[in-house]
């Protein structure tokens, strides 16, 4: 249900963005499911890799952002701008 409410405040009308929005939670959800139930790892070796692993997250996650629909940015417009407009 959390992923619907964030995938539908993203704007997914996408199919390559809900997929891979998708898949990104799935696989952080395995691995949440992996560090609470496995055990612990008995190689120094793999938990450094694990950790320098991490930062492909972080370009996935990088790559699904680039991907959603975004609003066009309005410009601001000053609140006297109209007024002054109609006295010249």
Do not use: E
């Not at 539908?8 to 799935?26: I, Q």
């Not at 055990?39 to 950790?51: F, H, I």
């Not at 629909?69 to 006297?80: C, E, I, N, Q, S």
């Amino acid at each position: 249900m959390f992923i619907g409410h964030f995938g539908a405040a993203f704007g997914t009308k996408r199919v390559t963005l809900r997929l891979s929005l998708g898949a990104l939670f799935a696989f952080l959800l395995a691995i949440y499911a992996g560090d609470r139930f496995g055990p612990p790892p008995t190689d120094p070796n793999a938990v450094a890799w694990g950790t320098l692993a991490m930062w492909l997250l972080v370009l996935w996650a990088t790559w699904v952002d680039r991907h959603r629909d975004t609003a066009p940015v309005l410009a601001p417009v000053h609140p006297l701008s109209d007024a002054r407009r109609h006295h010249a």
